[in-house]
């Protein structure tokens, strides 16, 4: 990537962090395009993402998962993201939030093959990854937060993770426009807190951030 193109890329999303008013510093924001040039170069071999210029990674996957982090707990915390993929939004995450342990998780080795590199070359002590089938995943720890971003439907993502869930925690999940009827499908046993609608520099898309929590 050539200098010009990293200069673009670092002023978009900067001014990206900025309009959300998530105060990341030089490091992390260094990281943070490492990440997408990452990317960008296994994408050629492992097609890891339909999205292959450099800037609309800076707004699909950066930015935008970027944009829930405001309104998730402070603090240290344990999180599970389901479904990692090329790992959104677990690895951004991760870089903002270095006292978060994560573990990222998927079933496909190509994808996870990627997620161990990347954690490797963008020295991110903080996460580890799971290639396996949710369901069958046994933690030695439960987690506070268990969060998705394309994933599946609301209801299958609970059942699939509710052995997952520490005490006291909660799903996040990550979705396009609001899930009236995923909602509406959600097993008894969990209710929703709440759900944020999420604003995403240089996406003209819905966003919403569904918190979801054991009954009782």
Excluded: C
Excluded at 10 to 20: I, S, Y
Excluded at 45 to 67: C, F, G, K, N, Q
Excluded at 83 to 106: N, V
């Amino acid at each position: 990537m050539s200098d010009a193109m990293n200069g673009y890329l670092g002023t978009m999303l900067a001014q990206g962090l900025a309009e959300m008013n998530l105060p990341l510093d030089v490091a992390q924001q260094s990281k943070l395009l490492a990440y997408v040039a990452l990317l960008q170069k296994w994408n050629k071999t492992y097609s890891l993402t339909a999205i292959r210029e450099p800037e609309r990674m800076v707004t699909h996957h950066l930015l935008d998962s970027l944009a829930p982090l405001k309104y998730l707990p402070e603090g240290a915390l344990r999180m599970v993201d389901v479904g990692s993929g090329f790992g959104t939004p677990g690895i951004p995450f991760a870089i903002a939030r270095p006292d978060w342990q994560l573990t990222l998780l998927d079933s496909n080795h190509k994808k996870t093959t990627f997620l161990r590199q990347a954690i490797l070359e963008l020295q991110l002590p903080n996460v580890s990854i799971i290639t396996g089938r949710v369901e069958a995943v046994e933690p030695e720890a439960k987690f506070d937060v268990i969060t998705s971003r394309a994933f599946a439907d609301l209801g299958d993502f609970i059942r699939w993770t509710e052995h997952l869930l520490a005490d006291g925690g909660e799903w996040a999940a990550l979705k396009g426009v609001y899930p009236h009827e995923e909602v509406a499908g959600l097993p008894a046993s969990v209710y929703v807190d709440h759900i944020d609608a999420l604003q995403v520099p240089g996406l003209d898309a819905e966003r919403h951030l569904v918190h979801i929590r054991k009954q009782g």
